[in-house]
């Protein structure tokens, strides 16, 4: 997980540690997490993954997560290649050799991410996450307007993009 509850408590000076109250951090941390993740395209945290890739008779491929630290092992069309042979730059791994047109006929496991996760990353979770715990407090931002005799009521989503906007250096080409 990018960011603790610890982390959240100390953000949002919320120290509460019932175990519905942990509960409900650790759920908006997952959710908030969620929303970076599908902004970025990846998990940014260090971890080894394994997927399949499609070539395209060129010799870069385009992996899902960055920065790739290190390749374990690649397949093509089931033949293993010597990982010494392949480059990395970002999320592009890169061969001496052209990759074979076809979906998902290389098989790759890498490992990829960020140890520590950086701080524009870290903080947008924790921002969002203290964004909405405070909408499960009831707080969803209804706003009420007066037209002459009228009054209309509205609710304001919560609309996470500004916050998301720091992170954009992190996304990857695929998403």
């Avoid at 599908?38 to 971890?47: A, F, T």
């Avoid at 392949?86 to 960020?114: E, Q």
């Avoid at 009228?150 to 989503?157: D, E, I, L, P």
């Amino acid at each position: 997980m990018i960011v603790s509850v610890n982390d959240l408590n100390q953000f949002t000076n919320n120290y509460e540690d019932s175990p519905s109250a942990v509960k409900m951090k650790t759920d908006m941390l997952n959710a908030a997490q969620n929303v970076v993740v599908q902004y970025l395209g990846y998990n940014p945290e260090e971890i080894t993954r394994t997927e399949y890739l499609s070539g395209f008779g060129i010799n870069v491929l385009e992996a899902s997560a960055q920065p790739i630290k290190s390749i374990a092992s690649l397949l093509v069309d089931g033949e293993p290649i010597d990982v010494e042979t392949l480059k990395v730059d970002g999320s592009t791994i890169i061969w001496n050799r052209t990759f074979p047109h076809g979906f998902k006929n290389i098989l790759v496991t890498y490992t990829a991410g960020y140890d520590p996760v950086p701080a524009e990353i870290h903080s947008t979770v924790l921002r969002i996450a203290a964004l909405m715990l405070q909408e499960s407090a009831g707080n969803i931002g209804l706003q009420s307007r007066s037209f002459g005799d009228t009054s209309r009521s509205f609710v304001n989503y919560t609309n996470y993009n500004n916050y998301l906007k720091v992170c954009e250096p992190y996304r990857t080409a695929i998403r």
